[in-house]
């Protein structure tokens, strides 16, 4: 039996849903922004559970796709991607990315949880985004559910807590991982990213796992929740409703 979307139902949690600012890669050249479907699939099990979720950036404005992510793209690369072409089809819902609010408007006392999608665009962003930083920390430390997925982990690697500590030291978590990196570098013949969140959150004492090379795999450890690749968006969201426990 097909399941529906409800959208009628009362509203329940709410979650912050944050997604990069357009920018352009240091290493192949060319823009990058944020992957499709770890927004889309995420949001899409979000308000199908009844929450409330927003769409924001760190710096406000409009959005935009990693080309390979969008399931239009000559590339063919996301072209099985049906459900991110449902929600670019729809105007309203593509309306949310032409004007996102700034982080900046948003404390932790207005949501239950805050989600980071990834996409190219964190690699090249989120090390200066102080504001995303705080704000992932102010989640965490107000016992919120405080989430990442592929790139977007990336941000989790700069955030400490009250006491000096990072928030993601001795913490089971995941993200993009080092043999996906092996593969994106064969894919272009050259480096794609700076640097490798694996390598990095290894060295601030994580305890790094991940389910194979791009499977779905999404990780929970308390309140922090981390999923490993663009095919773990929903994954992610299903933790995240757990850790909500509605």
């Not at 329940?12 to 944020?34: A, E, I, Q, R, Y």
């Not at 769409?55 to 935009?64: C, H, L, N, W, Y």
């Not at 000559?74 to 949310?96: C, K, N």
């Not at 920390?137 to 006491?163: M, P, Q, R």
Request: contains cysteine; aromatic residues 10%.
């Amino acid at each position: 039996m097909s399941k529906t979307l409800n959208v009628t139902k009362t509203p329940g949690k709410k979650v912050l849903m944050v997604v990069s600012n357009p920018s352009v890669s240091t290493t192949v050249g060319g823009p990058v922004g944020f992957w499709a479907s770890e927004l889309i699939h995420a949001w899409y099990a979000f308000v199908e559970a009844g929450y409330e979720a927003t769409i924001a950036s760190p710096k406000g404005g409009k959005v935009a796709f990693d080309s390979f992510s969008d399931p239009r793209d000559a590339s063919g690369y996301s072209a099985e991607d049906i459900l991110s072409m449902g929600f670019i089809h729809t105007p309203r819902l593509m309306a949310l990315l032409e004007n996102t609010p700034s982080i900046d408007c948003y404390t932790p006392a207005h949501f239950d949880a805050i989600v980071v999608a990834g996409g190219q665009g964190p690699m090249f962003t989120f090390l200066n985004e102080h504001g995303l930083h705080t704000l992932l920390a102010g989640f965490y430390e107000a016992g919120k559910v405080t989430a990442a997925l592929c790139h977007g982990v990336c941000a989790l690697l700069y955030v400490k807590l009250s006491d000096g500590s990072h928030l993601i030291a001795g913490k089971t978590m995941t993200g993009f991982a080092n043999v996906e990196e092996d593969f994106a570098d064969s894919y272009v013949g050259q480096p794609v990213m700076p640097f490798r969140i694996e390598d990095e959150a290894k060295k601030l004492g994580a305890n790094f796992i991940t389910g194979g090379l791009f499977k779905e795999f999404a990780v929970r450890d308390g309140r922090l929740v981390t999923g490993q690749q663009q095919y773990s968006g929903a994954a992610t969201a299903h933790l995240v409703i757990e850790a909500l426990g509605v």
